[in-house]
Nanobody, 129 residues
Framework: QRQLVESGGGLVQPGGSLRLSCTAS????????VGWFRQAPGKEREGVST????????YYEDSVKGRFTTSKDNAKNTAYLQMNELMPEDTAVYYC??????????????????????WGQGTQVTVSS
């Protein structure tokens, strides 16, 4: 059974940092691109960043460029989202999801949610003083 488990969320002050992890089980993460999404209260889910299967290509939503970095350690079957300079508007439940396909081994996909076929349960990130 393919599963994703996110961890690393929590409460942080504005300007602080968090690193989210997304650990896969039941499949080899190397052959999947990973997308990070978030959903704030009362808002639709939105894409944050994506990374190719090999880990050599990334894509970011404009509001997080320069602050967030996504990476993968395929040997550990884990993807990461390093979030720096956090702002209150980053408060949301963060999800990771995977998209299979040879097209995405060296290319980062965009945020078409219907293309992602396994999703994690989400982890809460709260940015507040």
């Amino acid at each position: 059974q393919r599963q994703l488990v996110e961890s690393g969320g929590g409460l942080v002050q504005p300007g602080g940092s968090l690193r989210l992890s997304c650990t896969a089980s039941g499949f080899a993460l190397e052959y999947y691109a990973v997308g990070w999404f978030r959903q704030a209260p009362g808002k639709e889910r939105e894409g944050v960043s994506t990374i190719s299967g090999h880990g050599d290509a990334t894509y970011y939503e404009d509001s997080v460029k320069g602050r967030f970095t996504t990476s993968k350690d395929n040997a550990k079957n884990t993807a990461y989202l390093q979030m720096n300079e956090l702002m209150p508007e980053d408060t949301a439940v963060y999800y990771c999801a995977v998209e299979y396909g040879s097209s995405w081994y060296h290319r980062a996909p965009t945020f078409r949610e219907y293309e992602y076929d396994v999703w994690g349960q989400g982890t809460q990130v709260t940015v507040s003083s």
